[in-house]
């Protein structure tokens, strides 16, 4: 599999450095996301030697360590560089558990590998937080966590020898200036090629290497597959459930009321008979949950409404691929048309789902605001709400003309006192109208 740079590659510099013998790192992700890549890659380039367990396909001896020799720590690490080969040496190693989930044993053991001082270690995995994955273990205290989502715009320009283009449009997003018809298309068009690739490595690879959608397409399949796999092997009945919900989502988003409903689902239930569900989905991050919060402040969290949400998928690309049906002929020429606007589709839940993408890449929690107006009969949305801790700012997307936007401008009236700025996400090129930015999705990591 092809090495792309990523950001998390700081990220991971910044925790050795600094936190290095004193917490593990725990690495959370997806599925196919790109974890192990990056981890092996850092071990490589960053330590004088290193050990990869990787549980998903570890050897019985390796498991009877942590069985039979966790309370003897200079005997567990005489005979894990025997059966791996390598030396390991005192604040020069790291340890890799890779899909930690598969053997919670392992991970119970870090509080005493890192009270132990000798190495590093740094533990990828996915479904970490799900109840069955942690049932019998103590998690440690001495983790320190952090999320690794699908390649960004800025990544996926990476991977194509482009590292200058982020820092043109950064400038231009802080000037509020315009970059003028013939760049502003250039970059759209670029855009409009990551939306349909998704930023999994596996398929910008495909793309990559193909130049074509047909390769990206079964990249993005298989994908879905093993998500689908993941999925069924959930206990009792949340997995038929949880496999319902992902199949349902582009449903759900292709609707004007584009938040949860259950009776989608099976006439007469209830959300709460999906909480279970929906938490597997999240803490998988195979999607990204919107909570309604009604009150709005800087504190977004004070008044989320657990009942009322939407779902995103963690991946545009993934999206994509699950709206049509796995027949579809030549995806050159289907993706072809959704990049040209002549196909029959709903491209603005495509749209939106890029910009939640976007907002949590950036370290955004997704919120969305649903309230009333004296001058309305009819409740009032704005698709996302953000804070810097001082102020929120109100973001509509608009995947077609973004000249009305009555919800935003009352949302700006009610909450005066907490949002001084609102944006408007577009196709359009950046413009400013009193207290409204307009900005092009390009942009909307720097919101």
Same mark, same amino acid.
Request: with cysteine.
């Given at each position: ?35 192990? /890549? ?52 005192? !604040? ?31 533990? /990828? ?9 942690? #049932? ?8 320190? #966590? ?72 079964? $990249? ?8 689908? +796999? ?23 988003? =292709?609707?004007? +009321?584009?938040?949860?409903?259950? =009776?989608?689902? !099976? ?26 919060? #009604?009150?709005? #402040?800087? $504190? ?6 657990? @009942? ?7 991946? /545009? ?120 930015? @307009? ?9």
């Amino acid at each position: 599999m092809a090495i792309f740079k990523r950001k998390i590659y700081d990220r991971i510099s910044e925790w050795k450095e600094n936190y290095g013998g004193k917490y593990a790192l725990l690495i959370e992700g997806a599925r196919r996301v790109g974890k192990t /890549t990056v981890v092996e890659q850092f071990a490589e380039n960053e330590y004088r030697s290193h050990i990869i367990i990787d549980f998903s396909k570890v050897s019985e001896d390796v498991k009877d360590l942590f069985a039979h020799h966790a309370g003897d720590i200079d005997r567990f690490f005489l005979y894990l560089q025997q059966i791996y080969k390598t030396v390991l040496y005192e !604040r020069e190693s790291v340890v890799v558990f890779d899909e930690v989930q598969l053997f919670p044993l392992a991970r119970q053991m870090i509080k005493h590998l890192v009270a132990d001082g000798r190495y590093d270690y740094i533990e /990828t995995g996915s479904l970490l937080s799900i109840k069955q994955n942690v #049932s019998d273990i103590l998690i440690p205290s001495e983790e320190m #966590s952090v999320d690794m989502h699908p390649m960004d715009f800025e990544e996926f320009l990476w991977a194509q020898n482009d590292e200058m283009t982020i820092s043109l449009l950064r400038k231009a997003f802080e000037d509020r200036s315009p970059l003028g018809p013939v760049m502003h298309k250039r970059i759209m068009d670029t855009y409009g090629i990551y939306m349909l690739v998704g930023g999994m490595p596996q398929s910008v690879e495909a793309y990559l290497e193909k130049k074509n959608f047909d390769a990206v397409e079964t $990249a993005k399949r298989l994908i879905l597959k093993l998500y689908y +796999e993941d999925v069924t092997k959930i206990k009792a009945d949340r997995g038929s459930k949880s496999k319902r919900i992902l199949f349902m989502i582009p449903s759900f988003l =292709s609707k004007h +009321e584009k938040t949860f409903s259950p =009776s989608q689902l !099976r006439k007469g239930s209830k959300t709460r008979e999906y909480f279970d569900s929906i938490t597997w989905l999240s803490e998988s991050k195979i999607v990204n949950v919107c909570y309604r919060n #009604s009150d709005p #402040s800087p $504190a977004l969290n004070l008044d989320l409404d657990e @009942y009322t949400f939407k779902m995103y998928m963690a991946d /545009t690309g993934l999206l994509i691929t699950s709206s049509f049906d796995s027949n579809v002929g030549d995806r050159d020429e289907v993706y072809g048309n959704i990049l040209k606007n002549k196909m029959r589709i709903n491209r603005g839940m495509f749209f939106e789902n890029m910009v939640a993408q976007e907002l949590v890449s950036s370290g955004h929690k997704l919120v969305f605001s649903k309230f009333s107006v004296k001058e309305s009969a009819n409740m009032q949305e704005v698709d996302f709400v953000v804070a810097d801790g001082k102020k929120m700012m109100p973001v509509e997307t608009k995947s077609g003309p973004s000249g009305r936007h009555a919800s935003l401008d009352r949302f700006m009236k009610k909450f005066s006192s907490r949002a001084d700025m609102g944006f408007v996400i577009h196709t359009k090129d950046l413009r400013v109208e009193g207290n409204i930015v @307009y900005i092009p999705i390009y942009m909307a990591m720097f919101v």
